[in-house]
């Protein structure tokens, strides 16, 4: 059962973050995509946060997809903790580079650089 939580959710990132990329949010709002009170601070920064984060999960969510597939196929004893480390690792870097790119990029007012 496991097997599948592990291969699935790994597709399920995927799917979610290609339609992201695919769709970003187009107005700011509290529901759908990159919310910190920077990023929502003016349109520029939003678009600008949103097409950076969509990158970098779909580059996660293959590592995440492949590391399942790998832990699945070689039979890995505790695989669901490698998964879930691989995870939240992968999330706080998707965070972390955006967050980056940003202060690259942007001030703290949300003004480009």
Do not use: C
Not at 65 to 91: K, N
């Amino acid at each position: 059962m496991l097997d599948i939580v592990i291969i699935f959710d790994g597709f399920l990132l995927l799917a979610i973050s290609y339609y992201y990329k695919i769709k970003p949010p187009k107005k700011i709002n509290e529901f759908y995509g990159f919310r910190t009170r920077r990023t929502m601070a003016n349109q520029d920064i939003w678009d600008t946060a949103n097409t950076r984060n969509a990158k970098d999960l779909v580059s996660y969510s293959w590592v995440l997809l492949i590391s399942g597939l790998v832990t699945w196929i070689f039979q890995i004893p505790y695989a669901i903790f490698i998964h879930f480390t691989v995870m939240i690792l992968g999330l706080a870097v998707a965070i972390y580079s955006t967050i980056n790119y940003l202060d690259k990029h942007f001030d703290q007012n949300g003004n480009r650089k």
